[in-house]
């Protein structure tokens, strides 16, 4: 049953300064995210999205969680009926290129029933849109994966995943930042600069944009 404030199920105090939005999935979070991105109420700061939420921290001087509140719920029943259009990309399209190379590529064939050429053409084939950010700086979570490579991970986490190793689990694929322990399905690898403390922002992969990975190398050739 859907939310009767477009999906805005509750919002919660996080301590005096911050509310967490609880919504009914990740399509609401994305779209109230931009819109609050692209039009924030008075107040409004920071904005931390994860799968069924949304943190929004405030400035106690400018607005409260009432007030707050009723602007969340607000612009999530106009982004649902319509009566505010979703805002333009604030990032350019990127795109990714992936030697798939990867050590879990012909284990993600077996558990699909595709050939390797195969899965790797699906992994290219749609636009994907960075839902959010986490595990490590510079770790988006893409949504987009073909359905039929939406794989478990691994019973048993690798200790060191090498950086820029592409990845696949659930319902989303994933870029290493860094070498660190990870359950993923490895599919390939980039060279793409995934964090940089000197660029603003440090991310590539910052919430809202939208990748394309495209194959290089043999993976081209498949």
Known sequence: ?????GGLRAVRRVGDQAVLAELDGLPGVLALRASL????PPGVGELVAAATTLLVRYDPALTDHAELRRALAD???????GSVAPPAPAHAPLTIRVRYDGPDLAEVA????LSVAEVVARHTAPLYTVAFAGFAPGFGYLTGTDPVLHVPR???PRTAVPAGSVAVA???TGVYPRSSPGGWRLLGTTDAPLWDTDRDPPALLVPGRSVRFTAIG?????
């Open 1 to 5: 049953m859907t939310a009767p404030d």
């Open 37 to 40: 991105a692209a039009d924030r």
């Open 75 to 81: 612009r999530a029943r106009a982004l649902a009926t």
């Open 110 to 113: 077996a558990l699909t029933g």
């Open 154 to 156: 691994r019973a048993e």
């Open 170 to 172: 659930g319902g989303f």
């Open 218 to 222: 043999a993976g081209a050739a498949a």
